[in-house]
């Protein structure tokens, strides 16, 4: 769900819309067959940095296209720290790394 507020720019909700035309364009392309539907860019994103410049590149896509999908990325580019991860397990499930409650418990006692 997207909710702009009055405190985004008009800068910063055109950069916004940049950004789902260009992911619509990316599903058009699949759906028009010039995109593998398998290994594409919105399969693989997002593009860590580490991920753009090692030596083995085996997509069917550019780096560049990886990497900057937008022109506005050349200016201002966010560097996920992470690639996707089990596809959209981690997006449905929550998964926590944290000592259970009962440590927590214990140590005030």
Not at 13 to 40: H, P, Q, W, Y
Request: glycine share 4%.
């Amino acid at each position: 769900m997207v909710e702009p507020t009055e405190s985004e720019t008009k800068a910063e909700l055109d950069r916004f819309c940049d950004a789902m035309i260009s992911i619509r364009e990316e599903i058009r392309e699949i759906e028009k067959g010039e995109s593998d539907v398998t290994d594409n860019v919105l399969k693989n994103a997002p593009h860590t940095a580490q991920s753009i410049v090692k030596d083995d590149w085996n997509h069917s896509y550019s780096r560049e296209k990886a990497a900057f999908p937008i022109s506005f990325g050349y200016i201002s580019k966010f560097w996920p720290s992470v690639g996707r991860i089990d596809s959209a397990y981690g997006d449905r499930n929550l998964v926590c790394s944290c000592n259970p409650v009962s440590d927590y418990a214990e140590a005030e006692q």
